[in-house]
């Protein structure tokens, strides 16, 4: 139960956490329906944001020159390249379109601005 409150205590993990949801959440509205919320593909890609609102996050925490933002900016390089390339050539349905991708990177920025300057527990 300690790691777990560790976790909500954890604004970078929260900010991924608020990243995944938020573009979850898009991806219903856009859509007009609920099922399409954990979906693969679609705009926002949801991966994207989720890794964006982490690497964002550790950035504003640790500094833009830690080795904790290295590590989070590759992690969101490989998932970027993961939705716009190799996923879109092995399932086009599956994959995501550029706009998608950057649209994910964005919002992912966002949550992680807002959590960091808001989220306290």
Do not use: C
Request: glycine share 10%; net charge positive.
């Amino acid at each position: 139960m300690r790691w777990f409150l560790g976790l909500l205590k954890n604004v970078s993990f929260m900010s991924a956490f608020f990243g995944f949801m938020s573009a979850q959440l898009l991806k219903v509205i856009i859509y007009k329906d609920f099922r399409v919320f954990g979906r693969y593909g679609g705009m926002p890609s949801a991966h994207v944001a989720t890794t964006s609102a982490l690497a964002w996050a550790v950035g504003y925490t640790t500094g833009f020159s830690s080795p904790e933002t290295s590590i989070a900016a590759i992690f969101l390089a490989i998932t970027t390249a993961d939705a716009v390339g190799l996923r879109r050539n092995v399932d086009p349905n599956k994959g995501h379109t550029l706009m998608e991708v950057i649209y994910g990177f964005l919002l992912g920025w966002l949550v992680a601005v807002l959590t960091v300057k808001f989220y306290r527990i």
